[in-house]
């Protein structure tokens, strides 16, 4: 599932220079839009562009690779054609889907295929702006009353001209992580698993 | 050697020569043996309840005793037996549900059944165990932040990266992992030497420690300041007492009694000092003149092995120094129980202009700091303070839901990418704007109570 090919340059880049991406899309242009993109960068030696359907047709190659990452509508019907791309022992399979119940159809192709250590979670990234703060400290009144006044008398001038001008005082400085308003609450669940 | 893990023990005599992934069971003896793949009968309708409403738990629904289930175990009784034995054994078992008898299985295999499976050491496996059992020793790093990091510091094959951690060298590891042998690591350490614990379960081939250096940070102001020299030197580790774990809660003892810098001689006069010593040995009584010049000879062996060991480790931290020198480092990762501004401040020195750096800290506040000197410092732009939310889901049919939330426990990232520095002007004037402060309250009217 190549797509705009962002995560496949990651990933040539934590393989290089010994290693190889082969990254199928079934989407035409959008595999030749991918391969211009690799050679514009320099990266075209690292990887190897297929044009086909990833769950009919498989990934083109067998039993070599150490890992398959799956970023596709319906990546159950592509398990079994990922078990076989991978190596004979300990690779290691990633399927990314946004809904629970494709996460369940995999979850449940995996372990048909005989897959291990089938282990589905999800990630958050949480940022934060670092800000000075100011907040204002109340103004509680005084330990010591008049007893003169028995409660706060609202319509006395001077109680109101205090109350004012203590709010305006005090204040404590702080710096502050602070999230931000809205932030991603859910991108898809990733589901790993182990070929033994 | 006996293993002791997850209450099994037993000798990994049996496992050498089998591929990685292979499963083992425990026998009696504490052997392992290549475990059989075994035909799961599932074609059996089970027995089993709708619902719980009818199961009392008093705690008598198992008739075996201790006393028996000890038993069924010394006379050889496989683990699959004694789960079958329990099963039948049990008054209550066929009234449970379905999901509710899996359940019970599943936690019945894992007491009784012992299966060992020894997996490849990867940076997943080893950063998973290290969270899981000895957090403290990692500062609480959670795994994803850690693959967050390797992430945000680009840590590729080629790369000259700069290292400061005090996670037992999981963290080392880890970029090791990832740049495959190429390029080159300094690894920055406090006290006496670095600690690489965890770097050794790694299992990378010897070519992997060619280009991996250290240095100590104690030489590190000098070295900014140009005054540097290898005249006095934290002591040789090998000297002392192997520190072979670092206690990031504790005190460390150990380390400074290492740090005591000793005065050490030249190299010139290392050289005298043989040479004295070899006229020494000439004036010795001619009685034990054989005996003593066997133990002199040890002794001048042994003292002569130590000075060229001395005269390497000087080598080796004057290549060292003169690599951080070149000041063109292509990333910096720090992640210690140390407060990290003063580390950042230093050995963001030593790291080329447009290269990402990534500081991790157990906690929030001392990277909020952090941030703020940055901004003052300046030649820093795309600082992010962030971290990672993780969660595990249980995903079954009918039975999917989350695990278990381990948000806010894995720590936090303060990430950024250097540029050139223009000294003449800092980031004081941005940082005014970077202040939001609330927005102030409005003026009181005198009139006004609700303000």
């Known amino acids: ?196 | 050697r006996k293993i002791i893990f997850e209450k099994q023990w037993f000798y990994l005599d049996n496992a050498i020569g089998h591929i990685y992934g292979t499963t083992f069971e425990v026998t009696n003896g504490g052997n392992l043996q290549p475990k059989q793949e075994v035909e799961e009968t599932t074609t059996e309708t089970k027995e089993a309840g709708t619902d719980n409403r009818n199961i009392v738990d008093d705690g008598k629904s198992q008739k075996l005793t201790h006393d028996d289930i000890k038993a069924l175990k010394d006379k050889g009784i496989k683990g699959q037996e004694i789960v079958q034995q329990l099963i039948e054994n049990s008054t209550t078992f066929r009234d449970k549900t379905e999901f509710a008898q899996d359940k019970y299985i599943k936690k019945k295999k894992k007491k009784y059944e012992a299966v060992i499976t020894i997996v490849k050491p990867s940076t997943r496996i080893l950063s998973t165990m290290y969270y899981a059992r000895e957090p403290g020793k990692i500062n609480h790093l959670r795994y994803d932040t850690l693959a967050q990091m390797l992430t945000l510091g680009n840590i590729r094959a080629g790369n000259k990266m700069i290292v400061m951690e005090t996670c037992s060298g999981l963290v080392l590891g880890a970029v090791m992992e990832r740049m495959g042998g190429y390029g080159s690591i300094i690894q920055m350490y406090p006290g006496g030497g670095p600690v690489r614990a965890a770097t050794s379960c790694f299992g990378f081939p010897k070519p992997f420690f060619d280009n991996l250096h250290e240095f100590p940070l104690s030489k590190v102001q000098s070295l900014l300041s140009g005054t540097f020299s290898t005249e006095t030197l934290p002591s040789d580790p090998e000297d002392n007492a192997l520190v072979e774990e670092e206690s990031n809660g504790l005190p460390e003892e150990k380390q400074t009694s290492l740090q005591d810098a000793e005065e050490e001689p030249a190299t010139e006069a290392a050289m005298e000092i043989t040479q004295t010593e070899e006229q020494e040995t000439m004036d010795i009584n001619a009685e034990d003149v054989e005996f003593k010049q066997n133990k002199e000879k040890e002794n001048k062996e042994n003292v002569r092995e130590k000075q060229i060991k001395q005269f390497e480790r000087r080598k080796k931290l004057m290549e060292t120094a003169a690599l951080l020198n070149e000041k063109n480092a292509d990333g910096l990762i720090v992640a210690s129980k140390f407060h990290p501004t003063p580390l950042l401040l230093s050995l963001l020195e030593f790291v080329a202009p447009s290269r990402p750096f990534v500081v991790y800290c157990q906690y929030k506040e001392p990277l909020l700091e952090c941030y703020t000197k940055l901004r003052e410092r300046g030649g820093v732009i795309n600082l992010k303070l962030s971290e990672t939310w993780l969660r595990n889901y249980q995903v079954l049919p009918d039975r999917s839901h989350p695990k278990l939330t381990m948000s806010g426990g894995g720590g936090y990232l303060l990430s950024g990418i250097t540029v050139v520095l223009d000294k003449g002007k800092s980031d004081s004037s941005n940082s005014e704007a970077l202040k939001m402060e609330e927005p102030s309250p409005k003026r009181c009217k005198v009139q006004d109570l609700h303000c």
């Open chain 1, 1 to 196: 599932g190549t797509g705009s090919g962002s995560l496949s340059h990651a990933l040539i880049r934590t393989v290089a220079p010994t290693g190889h991406l082969y990254t199928v899309e079934f989407h035409q242009q959008r595999a030749e839009k991918a391969q211009e993109e690799f050679r514009e960068h320099g990266v075209e030696h690292l990887v190897t562009v297929t044009n086909q359907d990833v769950c009919k047709n498989g990934f083109g190659v067998s039993n070599i690779a150490d890992a398959v990452f799956l970023d596709i509508p319906s990546p159950w019907e592509a398990i079994g054609h990922a078990k076989s791309a991978l190596k004979a022992e300990g690779g290691r399979i990633c399927s990314f889907s946004p809904c629970i119940e494709q996460v369940q159809r995999t979850c449940l192709a995996m372990e048909e295929y005989g897959f291990t250590e089938i282990n589905t979670l999800e990630i958050l990234l949480r940022v934060y702006n670092v800000r000075t703060i100011s907040l204002q400290i109340p103004d509680l009144g005084n330990a010591a009353e008049d007893n003169s006044s028995a409660g706060f008398d609202s319509s006395d001038p001077s109680n109101q001209g205090s109350l004012c001008s203590n709010l305006q005082q005090g204040t404590v400085q702080f710096k502050s992580g602070v999230p931000l308003r809205e932030m991603v609450g859910h991108t898809g669940y990733l589901t790993f698993a182990t070929k033994s």
